[in-house]
């Protein structure tokens, strides 16, 4: 999903991040950031049945729009005033390419030019990423922490592939002065074949920018770019293949 990042304090400037093996190479044996086997298993397999059957009933999810072979509900989160997404449907694009792009750092860099820093490093047999991006002018700066996950499974006789993830917080990645960090985003994706170059999606999404942005403006920029953000991720798994 596209970032939606603004706030009415003006972020102070900082140079271009690069990628940094010294970053890269943080030693986190000294923080417990796994998720328990259970809880992630029980997260995959929610990802996996919502992909088969979405859970739609017993809140108020409501159909906001469809676009190109996805139908996209919202439910309004009361604490926040911003939408949670799902998006359903098929996409042209083999479910192992979707979930490469989806896991694949570089992919990010190159498709959003505000990202100016971005490393990973393992902690603990876990995947945790840094991500910082600049705006020019009024807009404030993000940084963000989170961890993901990559599965695939047998899941009541078909293969899906899962992809996870989570804002975390660790003392390793301290809050930036001048960049607000955003906490509260979570992202799951389960794919699986739908035929020949095609995918079968289910994505959930969720992020709070923060900052003093007010809530309506969010929810309408994000819902106007969720067909960009379709027809580009689309276009990115066509080149990936290409590449590779």
């Known amino acids: ?19 940094s093996s010294a970053q890269a190479s943080l030693n986190c044996s000294s923080e417990k950031v796994p998720v328990p086997g259970s ?3 029980q997260r995959l397999r929610e990802a996996c049945a919502e992909l088969q059957r979405p859970a739609l009933s017993g809140a108020a999810w409501e159909l906001l729009m469809e676009t190109q072979g996805i139908s996209v509900y919202g439910l309004l989160d009361q604490p ?24 694949d750092l570089g ?19 876990e ?14 700066s993000r940084d963000c922490v989170y961890v993901k ?21 660790l003392p390793q990645f301290p809050e ?10 979570q992202v799951k994706l389960a794919v699986e074949s739908a035929g020949h170059n095609r995918s079968k999606v289910f994505i959930y999404c969720f992020i709070n920018p923060g900052g003093w942005i007010p809530s309506w403006l969010i929810n309408m920029v994000a819902k106007s770019a969720i067909p960009g953000f379709l027809a580009d991720l689309e276009d990115a798994c066509l080149k990936y293949q290409r590449r590779t």
């Open 107 to 125: 992919y990010i860099r190159r498709r959003i030019p505000q990202v100016t820093e971005a490393y990973e490093t393992e902690c603990d047999g």
């Open 1 to 19: 999903m596209p970032w939606v990042s603004s706030s009415s304090s003006q972020a102070a400037p900082e140079s271009a991040g690069l990628w």
């Open 39 to 41: 809880i992630l298993l």
């Open 80 to 103: 926040t005033g911003l939408y949670e997404y799902k998006l359903i449907g098929t996409l042209r694009a083999p479910p192992d390419i979707l979930a490469d792009i989806c896991m």
């Open 149 to 169: 996950q990559r599965r695939d499974l047998d899941f009541r006789g078909q293969k899906i592939q899962v992809v996870l993830a989570k804002g975390t917080s």
């Open 176 to 185: 930036r002065p001048g960049f607000i960090r955003v906490s509260q985003c």
């Open 127 to 140: 995947t945790v990423t840094y991500m910082k991006m600049e705006f020019p002018f009024l807009l404030s």
